[in-house]
């Protein structure tokens, strides 16, 4: 497949979740969780299902684009479940999204293996019918708290200079986390020794990714245990998670210009390693600042909102990025990720010096 049409789909799952996360955020604040839960949770499956009989490209996208709109509305519902789950909102975010990387350094390897057994159809499909065992267990489970959550204008979600703060980062950081994912596997293959058998290539790029989902994962489960065996209050952790965000952007830049100009696989492969550990903290902190700021009233909204502004950097850079990657290289393609790090870097800058404490 052409870089460019990689692009395409790790596009198209972001251009569903802007609005859809933004709808499930109003529907979830004023008619209930489970429904919207429940909702996301049969469209994940029917995506699956419809991309697993597919072999044309346009259908893929159109699965692939459904399976983006079940996941905005599960992960409005999971990010306000968790912080009702804990008090220590840094804690619970990080905790939440270990549990996500855990999905994402699994599922990689789970699926070569099931497809080299049973076929790409069946695998797909069997990831499709794992989505039912949330849409059962969610019948068990009180999603609403102790009272139905009281509807809130939007205006106060909107309005709010955090908000703004919080959505233009995640504008720019979701696409540099979903490329360096996308195309992990691509950077490993392409500095390969020469002469080395096409699937030993193959093999080792998939373990780097796996071992990228396992430090990405593993970054965030040390996060939720430092938040969790701390005593610092809510205003010092976000005084904290501001600042590791400058160290965080600075180093993804550094990161980022290393796996483009390096020649050696080595070397990318630990410097992939590192971006996972870079990368885990940074979106769970994001959110557990954004969390702590609002009532839990609006949550579903400013979830919704949190992740429509990023939605708008989630369809266009990784386009930008395969467009320019079809035509020249990878490497050059890349370059526009640097370049969102550097504007990422400006920002969080500005969010740690500016922002209403």
Excluded at 183 to 190: D, E, I, L, R
Excluded at 290 to 308: D, N, W, Y
């Amino acid at each position: 497949m052409h870089e460019a049409k990689v692009g395409g789909l790790v596009s198209s799952f972001g251009f569903m979740v802007g609005p859809i996360i933004l709808i499930c955020g109003f529907l979830a604040d004023a008619l209930g969780r489970k429904g919207v839960w429940v909702s996301g949770s049969v469209l994940v499956a029917l995506s699956l299902f419809l991309l697993a009989r597919t072999n044309r490209y346009s259908v893929a996208v159109i699965a692939v684009a459904l399976l983006s709109a079940g996941w905005a509305a599960m992960i409005n519902v999971a990010n306000v479940l968790m912080y009702m789950a804990y008090d220590n909102v840094f804690m619970a975010t990080n905790l939440l999204d270990f549990f996500f990387g855990l999905g994402a350094f699994l599922t990689p390897t789970v699926t070569v293996l099931l497809i080299r057994k049973c076929g790409f159809s069946k695998a797909v499909s069997f990831l499709g019918a794992i989505v039912a065992v949330p849409l059962v267990y969610s019948f068990a489970v009180n999603m609403q708290g102790a009272a139905p959550a009281k509807p809130v204008g939007f205006s106060a979600v909107i309005g709010d200079p955090i908000m703004w703060f919080c959505g233009i980062i995640l504008l720019l950081w979701v696409p540099i986390e979903s490329c360096t994912a996308a195309w992990a596997t691509s950077f490993v293959k392409n500095v390969a020794p020469a002469g080395e058998a096409p699937e030993k290539s193959s093999r080792i790029a998939a373990w780097a990714l796996s071992a990228f989902w396992l430090c990405f994962m593993g970054s965030r489960l040390m996060t939720a245990l430092v938040f969790h065996s701390g005593s610092a209050t809510v205003e010092h952790s976000v005084h904290i998670a501001r600042l590791t965000h400058i160290v965080l952007a600075a180093l993804t830049i550094a990161v980022l210009l290393g796996i483009i100009f390096t020649r050696k696989r080595a070397v990318m492969i630990a410097l992939i390693v590192v971006a996972g550990l870079l990368y885990g903290p940074f979106f769970p902190n994001l959110m557990a600042i954004l969390l702590s700021h609002f009532p839990v009233e609006v949550h579903g909204r400013a979830v919704g909102t949190l992740f429509g502004m990023a939605s708008v950097g989630w369809t266009i850079i990784p386009i930008i990025i395969g467009s320019v990657a079809d035509k020249s290289n990878l490497q050059r393609g890349f370059l526009v990720a640097v370049g969102t790090g550097v504007l990422l870097l400006g920002l969080v800058i500005a969010h740690f010096i500016y922002a209403p404490q």
